[in-house]
Structures are given as structure tokens and as C-alpha cells.
């Protein structure tokens, strides 16, 4: 009990209602090419209409990256996306009188790191948020008081804005001005600012006006009413899908009037206005240039892009989508994706053979097993397919192939809303296949041999069905429980629920109380997937026959944990036996 120095009433709580956390597995992680969009950078996306406004429409170069990411959210709802691009990608760009010159800004912290002076813009006004050629479409222009009242530049601002920008209350109020009933002092910090699509890749018709930030501030300290920065460099870095401020100080110092007044409360941040003394434009910006999508994707950026998903902690994924990898020969992608699954201990990693191995080629059988064998990643925590699917893109409006792996993992995903992580996704009932025309090629059932045998998964028209995943193999060739798909994702969803849940028992005395805790936390748990048809039998064993004086002399704590994981069933085998009319089945019957 607590320590008291006189009388009185102490009362404590002790919680002992800790339990084990049900753990999300349809998590589904890609990197992949893209038109548009950050670059190596995780974004969550839970729709196609939602890749499509952040990444871009599929392009020739870019539709098997985008296919195989929108081919898995069409079973799920959560993939979290890094874009990656060829080398030499750059950013469209604006300075003065059009000209600038192309930089690369990747993301938005990219982009924090160069308006804090690393890697600073130069003679860039105006840049498009991400790389790409897609950018030099676009169209960035800004007013203030003086450009409105130029009637040969200001036609299209007064079409989209009611009122010239003039003097926020924000900066009023910091130089003196007592309120509404006295004039506001002249600081015009005030200023409006168009996105256009010039070219009309955006929205689809040229001249669309996409984004209108008005009486944005000059002010780098400037705020809303709401406490929100109203500092046009913050409103576009937060707000703009499409553009950034790159060079502020093109917008220079107003000495003849904006300086913040003597002994002004409010500290840091100088007001700025175009100069059009150094400038010949009185409406700042203009036609965007310079976009770069850089050189052909290969595997090295993709793998690159894979190292924001090797550490648990900070990406909390479950289903690694390879995609069709750097090139339509490389087994490179592959093998990364499978290494990091394998590392992690938390997800599985799906990954398919190479498009010149199954597309409109021969011996895909005996191809499959040797892109398995150039992926060297024979274990539990990959899944491999056989094929591409033939589908349509209605973005380009044309038929295409495209890895299954997306769909596979898309499977498994979709296995969290209809029945649980340790059903197997393969067969008549949860194996379909959505948006496919045809396989790329139909294997025989000698060619479904060869590639079981060899731990890849097969996928069969089945008439009447449509296509169907025909296997439920992991990449493992030793034959064990771990050898199936379902079994990896039980003992997946196990291991990451009680090791989170475990987490409480640190620092914790190792004694009967707190092993007879972990026993009572853990085996409910297990009742409760023994009951959902996870596993058949179990138990724990936390107490002193493994937790022994030298186990707690080396301040460790160990709990045993048996589980029998249900099986799926592969092989079935069916006697019919004909009788003669006089037999009594009693008789014969086994």
C-alpha cells in the first residue's frame, strides 16, 4: 500500500482486464511507377477513384504498375502506395517571364527541406507538385491589389474571384488597426491565385480552371480565422494537389509601405509583394515548362522504393503486391519483395513469373519454376503465381496483360471481410477472379503438376465459374503446415496479436502472478480462433517449468504456445462402387 504520514484513506487500481488485440491483415503495400504523384513516399489509398486522383490515369508506360494496384483495392479497401520514376525525373517549372529552370521535388517533405535553404529553389516561381511531364500542363498565376487594377492582365481573375485582394485583417490588426471602424492602414498582403490546366491532361478540357486560392497572404506568420496559416506558401504546400511556391524571395520586400510597424506584438515573418521593379510581369507565374518523367523504369528504383516498407514499426503492412517488376525479363523485384516479407515476420509477400515467361510464350510451365528458382526465395512468406491476366483498360481504352499478383493478394485481403485470415483463398468459393478476360496462357493439368510440385499456384477457367486460383501453396518446398497459405496467415495474425499484447508484460516482475496473467490473456484468445475454425487444439505454457532461475536471471520470459492449425483440404478422393440389385449395403458397406 501506499506510504502515508497520517491517518487517513488510500485506495489504488490494479488493471487485470488486459487482452489480446485482433490484428488487421488486409493491408496490402505497393511501389510501382506512375504518371503523376509523391515519390518515395507511403500514401494510404482505399479506392481506384482515389489512385486515380492522386497517381494519375494509366499511360502505356506506366498501365501494369497501375492495374496491378487498382486490380487489389478491387477486393479491398487499404493499400498503402510509394511512386517511384526513372532518373533524371523533374518537376515543371515557372520563374519570371516564363522561364525557370526543372527541379526535382519528390514530396512535400522534399519540399520543406528546400524552402529551409537545402538543395534551395533558385529561379523557380512557381512548381509542380510532383515530377513529371503531366506537370508542364499546368498553369500558375498570382495578383495583388496592383496587378488587379491592370484591366489587360487581370480578365481571367475577375471571371473566378469577386473582389481584388487588398489588406487582411490579420496583417491590419498587427499594424495598428483599432477595427472596423477605423480605415485599415495600406499593407495589401493580400493576393489570388489560379491553377489552370493549360493542356488540358487534368481535367480533360484545356483552359480548365482546377484550383482558386483567394486573399491568401504574403505574410509568412499570417493566419486564418480558424488559426490555420494563411501564408501562400503554406496554403499551397497544404491545400494545392498540383502546385507549390518554389523561389519566395521572386515576391521581395515592399519597403514603401508592408514592413510590420515598430514594436508590433506579433513576431517573425516579413510582408511580401511582387517587385515589378525587377519583374516585367505585374501577374506573377505563367505556363509551367520542363517536366521530366525521367529515364525507362528498371528494378533498381522500385527496389529502392521497397525500403520504406523493411521496418514494422513505421509500416504497419500485411500483404507485399511485387507487381510486374523493373523489366517484363527481371525476377530482381521479386526476389526483393519476398526477402523483406521473410525478414519482417508480420506479412507475405505475392509475386508473379516475368511477362516474357508466360505472354505469348512456350514452356510456361518449365519457365514459372525457373523464375522461381532466379527469385531465390524458396519460403513460407511468398506466394507465387503462374500467369498474367488479360484485361481491359478503360483509361486507355485498350486490352492489356497484367501480373496476378495484385489479385492474389487481393484474395487474401478480401478474406478479412467474408470469413477470416486462415481460410484458404483459392477454389470455387473465395478463389474468383475479378475484371479478367482470359488467362495468358491455360496450363494443362501436367503443367499444374509441374508447378505445384514446385510450390507456384495455378489459376484454371472453370466454365460456368470464370477463372479460379487453383492452388493455396506458399513458395516453402518442404512439406509442412507452413507449406499452405493459410497456415503462414494464422500463424501471422498469432504471432503479431499475442507479441503486441505481450508488450504489456515488460518490465514486469517474472513470477507466478505475471506468467498466470499472460496464460489468462492468451488463452482466451485462442478459444475464441478455435471457435472461428482457426485451429483445432492448443495450449500455453508460461509458468516454472520453462520459466527457470536462469531464464529469470537473465531477466527473459518465455511462453510456450501449441496450436494445431486446421488444414485445407487439396486433394479429394471419391469410390464409387456399383452393387448388384440383391446386396444388402449393409453387407458391403465400409
Not at 189 to 217: C, K, P, T
Not at 330 to 337: C, L, P, Q, R, S
Not at 458 to 471: D, F, R
Not at 547 to 575: A, E, H, M, W
Request: charge should be negative; include cysteine; aromatic fraction near 10%.
Amino acid at each position: 500500500m501506499a506510504f502515508q504520514v497520517s491517518p487517513g484513506i488510500n485506495f489504488s487500481e490494479k488493471d487485470l482486464t488486459t487482452v489480446v488485440p485482433n490484428v488487421s491483415t488486409n493491408i496490402g503495400a505497393f511501389v510501382g511507377a506512375f504518371q503523376w504523384g509523391p515519390l518515395s513516399y507511403r500514401t494510404t489509398i482505399t479506392t481506384e477513384n482515389d489512385l486515380v486522383d492522386l497517381f494519375g490515369k494509366p499511360t502505356t508506360t506506366t498501365a501494369t504498375h497501375f492495374w496491378s494496384a487498382a486490380n487489389f483495392l478491387a477486393y479491398s479497401n487499404n493499400l498503402v502506395v510509394v511512386g517511384v520514376k526513372g532518373a533524371g525525373c523533374l518537376n515543371a517549372v515557372v520563374g519570371d517571364d516564363d522561364a525557370g529552370t526543372a527541379i526535382q521535388v519528390d514530396n512535400s517533405d522534399h519540399y520543406d527541406t528546400r524552402i529551409a535553404g537545402t538543395g534551395p529553389f533558385t529561379d523557380q516561381l512557381f512548381v509542380a507538385k510532383y515530377p513529371g511531364v503531366r506537370g508542364s500542363s499546368l498553369k500558375v498565376q498570382a495578383i495583388d491589389s496592383n496587378g488587379w487594377a491592370d484591366d489587360t492582365v487581370n480578365t481571367i481573375f475577375k471571371a473566378n474571384f469577386e473582389n481584388a485582394p487588398g489588406t487582411s485583417d490579420d496583417a491590419a490588426y498587427a499594424n495598428g488597426w483599432a477595427g472596423p471602424d477605423t480605415a485599415k492602414p495600406t499593407i495589401e498582403d493580400e493576393m489570388h491565385v489560379l491553377v489552370i490546366d493549360e493542356d488540358g491532361l487534368f481535367a480533360g478540357v484545356a483552359g480548365e480552371v482546377l484550383e482558386r486560392f483567394a486573399y491568401v497572404s504574403k505574410a509568412s506568420d499570417a493566419k486564418r480565422t480558424d488559426g490555420s496559416s494563411n501564408y501562400v506558401v503554406d496554403v499551397m504546400r497544404n491545400e494545392s494537389k498540383y502546385a507549390y511556391v518554389g523561389l519566395v524571395t521572386q515576391f521581395t520586400t515592399n519597403t514603401t509601405g508592408s514592413e510590420k510597424a515598430a514594436g508590433n506584438p506579433k513576431a517573425g515573418g516579413a510582408f511580401l509583394t511582387f517587385n515589378s521593379a525587377t519583374a516585367s510581369e505585374s501577374v506573377p507565374g505563367g505556363s509551367l515548362a520542363g517536366g521530366n518523367d525521367g529515364a525507362a523504369m528498371t528494378a533498381g528504383p522500385i527496389q529502392t522504393g521497397w525500403d520504406y516498407f523493411n521496418t514494422p514499426e513505421t509500416s504497419d503492412v500485411t500483404l507485399l503486391i511485387a507487381g510486374p517488376g523493373g523489366t517484363t525479363t527481371d525476377n530482381t523485384v521479386a526476389g526483393t519483395v519476398i526477402g523483406i516479407a521473410k525478414e519482417r515476420k508480420d506479412c507475405m509477400a505475392f509475386v508473379s513469373p516475368p511477362q516474357d515467361t508466360v505472354v505469348h510464350a512456350t514452356g510456361q510451365a518449365d519457365g514459372c519454376v525457373t523464375a522461381k528458382t532466379a527469385m531465390n526465395a524458396s519460403n513460407s512468406y511468398g506466394v507465387m503465381d503462374s500467369q498474367w491476366k488479360y484485361q481491359y483498360d478503360r483509361y486507355q481504352d485498350k486490352f492489356i496483360y497484367v501480373p496476378m499478383n495484385g489479385d492474389i493478394a487481393g484474395l487474401c485481403a478480401r478474406l478479412d471481410f467474408t470469413h477470416d485470415a486462415w481460410w484458404s483463398p483459392a477454389g470455387l468459393n473465395r478463389g474468383a477472379i475479378k475484371n479478367i478476360v482470359k488467362l495468358s496462357w491455360e496450363p494443362t493439368k501436367a503443367d499444374r503438376d509441374t508447378m505445384y510440385k514446385a510450390g507456384i499456384n495455378p489459376l484454371v477457367t472453370q466454365t460456368g465459374a470464370g477463372v479460379i486460383l487453383w492452388g493455396d501453396r506458399t513458395m516453402q518446398p518442404t512439406p509442412t503446415a507452413f507449406d499452405r497459405i493459410n497456415v503462414r496467415r494464422l500463424f501471422i495474425v498469432l504471432e503479431k496479436a499475442i507479441s503486441n499484447a505481450a508488450k504489456s508484460m515488460l518490465f514486469e516482475f517474472n513470477d507466478e502472478f505475471t506468467r498466470s496473467q499472460f496464460v489468462n490473456m492468451v488463452e482466451p484468445f485462442l478459444r475464441e480462433i478455435q471457435g472461428r475454425r482457426g485451429i483445432t487444439d492448443f495450449k500455453v505454457v508460461c509458468d516454472g517449468s520453462n520459466n527457470t532461475g536462469v531464464v529469470i536471471d537473465n531477466n527473459n520470459f518465455i511462453g510456450d504456445i501449441y496450436v494445431k492449425p486446421t488444414r485445407s483440404i487439396n486433394y479429394i478422393q471419391l469410390n464409387f462402387i456399383a452393387a448388384r440389385t440383391d446386396v444388402n449395403f449393409t453387407e458391403i458397406g465400409g
